[in-house]
């Protein structure tokens, strides 16, 4: 390590370099100028330790702001005449490297007369990231210029209208066209102009992009149709300080129509088989490039002309015949409908209801005919007219409303039709049993549980004394369950019955999602007597909210 002697009191200066990087500067000898300093940055960092020559070095050129485009170079000055210790450039308070040796910034050279105390730094390409405060600094001499701000000027990219370079748009609409401009700094300033005047009311908005720095613009421009014509040519420029005679971005404005139809229809009122002329007559700008028939929205291919002719049936009156006629622009549909004499079609069907009690049942049943038609509501077996609309609406259904109903509807002097239709009425189960069976002692013996459920159970379980089984076996005990049209069967068997079996009360219990109900049923010995024992039962049926 280097020793020097301090001339003024013969103090050892020595260069140390400690490991911590921080940026000292710190009078630490009675008899002379001692200072400690440490410089950092991504490449370079080291600690020097320097007694300080008390020297009559001056600054005779210092580094002042400036402003520079983007991708220019530029110089900042430094000369110290007569000082020849070690010169330090600073940017934002981190040192750039020691003396002329910057070999962490590839685009940064010290350039001057090292020894008549130059020590410029030259930038080659100033790019945004240079935006930055510079000093120049001398070590020995403890000098710093004064700070330098950088300020780096970003032109913005090259404007871009919307939907350009040629913006149509219909008759009659408004123009609105958006202009950006991006990545400058500072943020550009955005004009529209036609035939060399400046166009007023833009609305002008700006936000910084990612790097914190540079901003985007966007000005968007509103003209009533009244103030727009066909082959006008409109420009946005763009502009800000690193560009100051800006640039231009341009769309040619092309205003069209869509096909002005008309479709007739000859003749207007027709029979149900009868020949119909539909003719298809178009105006527009530009010219017509195509003709698309369709009748109820299906594609009639054989057909490609302004004409097409047909026999038409019923389906013509609910059916509509359409033209749809395209030029460059888009298309424009039309359609009409066929006044055709016919008997009752069906347009919408009836569905057969399932609801619950208490509830409202309403059945819909569309009819079409021509001309007008008149429609009635019945419960098959039952000459009561219910309604003459296409809806029937039953409030509060109970279970005698189940059944069929019947939707009819009559074209006077052509015909009529009709549709029928079911309402199932939801509720609770309804278990309906022999209370009292029979089995012989010793033998197998079975009771038997019917059960009508709309809609069909969720469970149904035996129980008796302790014991619940709903179904498989259990002991001596076993359930099976069978699903009929009529119903439900449940039936508990029971292997080598025991006069205990006479004494049992059996409880067969049904749930849906309306409720339950409950049948107690007891078992009889076969050839015996039912009051054997002295005892009179009691047998009733209830329902219940809950089994366990």
């Known amino acids: 390590m280097p020793i020097k002697k301090c001339c003024s009191c013969g103090v050892d200066a020595t260069i140390s370099r400690p490991q911590a990087p921080r940026s000292t500067c710190t009078q630490t000898d009675p008899c002379t100028s001692l200072f400690s300093l440490s410089v950092y940055n991504k490449t370079f960092f080291s600690s020097f330790s320097f007694v300080l020559l008390e020297v009559s070095a001056m ?4 580094p002042q702001d400036l402003v ?42 010290v350039i001057g007369d090292h020894g008549s105390g130059e020590h410029h730094l030259r930038i080659q390409r100033v790019e945004l990231m240079d935006d930055a405060v510079f000093e120049c600094q001398a070590v020995q001499a403890a000098m710093r210029s004064r700070p330098a701000r950088l300020t780096v000027l970003v032109p913005p990219d090259d404007p871009v209208i919307s939907g350009g370079p040629v913006v149509s748009l219909r008759a009659g609409d408004p123009l609105n066209l958006t202009c950006h401009a991006d990545n400058a700094k500072p943020a550009a300033s955005i004009i529209w102009m036609r035939n060399g005047e400046v166009l007023n009311g833009a609305m ?17 421009l509103y003209l009533s149709p009244s103030n727009i014509e066909t082959g006008q040519q409109i420009i946005c420029k763009a502009s800000n300080k690193a560009v100051p005679t800006g640039k231009e971005a341009s769309v040619t404005i092309d205003i069209q129509h869509l096909p002005l139809v008309n479709l007739s229809v000859e ?9 119909v002329r539909f003719q298809c007559s178009a105006k527009a700008n530009p010219p017509v490039t195509l003709y698309r028939w369709a009748k109820g929205g299906s594609i009639i291919k054989e057909v490609s002309g302004d004409t097409y002719e047909v026999i038409v049936d019923h389906s013509f009156f609910t059916e509509p015949v359409s033209c749809e006629v395209t030029n460059s622009l888009g298309s424009t549909n039309v359609s009409r409908n066929v006044d055709v004499y016919f008997g009752p079609r069906m347009a919408a ?41 296409n809806l029937l609406t039953l409030k509060s259904v109970r279970q005698e409303d189940a059944g069929k109903y019947v939707c009819r509807a009559v074209v006077p002097r052509v015909g009529a039709g009709e549709k029928e239709v079911s309402l199932t009425v939801n509720g609770p189960p309804t278990i309906s049993s022999t209370q009292t069976q029979q089995a012989l002692h010793g033998e197998k013996g079975q009771i038997k549980c019917f059960i009508r459920s709309t809609p069909p159970p969720d469970r149904i379980a035996w129980s008796w004394k302790e014991t619940v089984l709903e ?9 099976e369950t069978v699903n009929t049209e009529e119903g439900v069967i449940s039936t508990l068997t029971m292997s080598n019955i025991v006069p205990a079996d006479f004494q049992t009360i059996y409880n067969c219990t049904a749930w849906n999602s309306f409720g339950s109900d409950t049948e107690i049923i007891r078992l009889k010995e076969q050839g015996g007597s039912q009051g054997s024992a002295g ?14």
């Not at 600054?59 to 210092?62: C, E, I, K, P």
């Not at 003749?267 to 020949?275: D, I, K």
């Not at 021509?370 to 609309?389: A, C, D, F, Q, Y």
């Open 59 to 62: 600054f005779s050129q210092q």
């Open 68 to 109: 520079v485009v983007a991708g220019q170079p530029v110089t900042l000055p430094c000369s110290i005449p007569g000082y020849h210790g070690i010169v330090l450039w600073i940017k934002d308070g981190l040192a750039l490297g020691v003396g002329r040796d910057l070999s962490g910034y590839p685009r940064y050279t």
């Open 204 to 220: 002008y908005s700006k936000a910084l992009v990612r790097d914190g720095r540079r901003e985007s613009t966007v000005s968007t």
């Open 267 to 275: 003749p207007q009122a027709v029979l149900e088989g009868s020949l």
């Open 349 to 389: 069907e009836p569905q057969s209801l399932q609801v619950d009690l208490g509830s409202d049942a309403v059945f819909n049943c569309a009819w079409t005919g021509n001309p007008s038609l008149t429609i009635v509501w019945m419960k098959r077996g039952s000459g009561v007219v219910l309604s003459n609309e």
């Open 471 to 479: 179904s498989g076996t259990s002991g001596r005990y076993t359930v």
């Open 535 to 548: 005892s009179t039962f009691l047998f009733f049926k209830f329902r219940v909210c809950a089994f366990l």
